[in-house]
């Protein structure tokens, strides 16, 4: 499971679909099933997490990686290649940017 920590080590990738709201579902399913069988079986990889906006025209999705250089190496697998082009299909567009933990908050008692 992700945790959102600036002590952290592990590299975070954020990664938005924008899509229509009659793909929202297929574009999930492909998704899930991309986790379920792929990418959450690759080295490196620690956790991730979907999100979708009310009107079904977004899709965030959050995940983890001990390195980066895990996150490129699945995501340059032949595997991965061929998914990503499914899921362009389905969407108008997505773009998965690395990022580092700078500050996390808690909520205070």
């Not at 499971?1 to 954020?14: A, D, E, H, L, N």
């Not at 995940?63 to 998914?83: G, K, T, V």
Request: with cysteine.
């Amino acid at each position: 499971m992700p945790t959102i920590s600036s002590q952290s080590t592990c590299q975070t990738v954020i990664t938005t679909f924008e899509l229509t709201p009659g793909t929202c579902y297929d574009l999930l399913d492909a998704l899930k099933d991309a986790y379920a069988n792929f990418i959450s079986k690759q080295p490196g990889f620690v956790g991730a997490g979907l999100h979708v906006n009310d009107a079904q025209t977004r899709i965030a999705n959050y995940s983890q990686w001990r390195h980066r250089e895990d996150f490129l190496a699945m995501l340059r697998s032949d595997e991965m290649r061929q998914r990503n082009r499914h899921i362009a299909s389905l969407c108008k567009s997505f773009e998965p940017v690395m990022y580092d933990v700078v500050t996390a908050f808690d909520a205070k008692d």
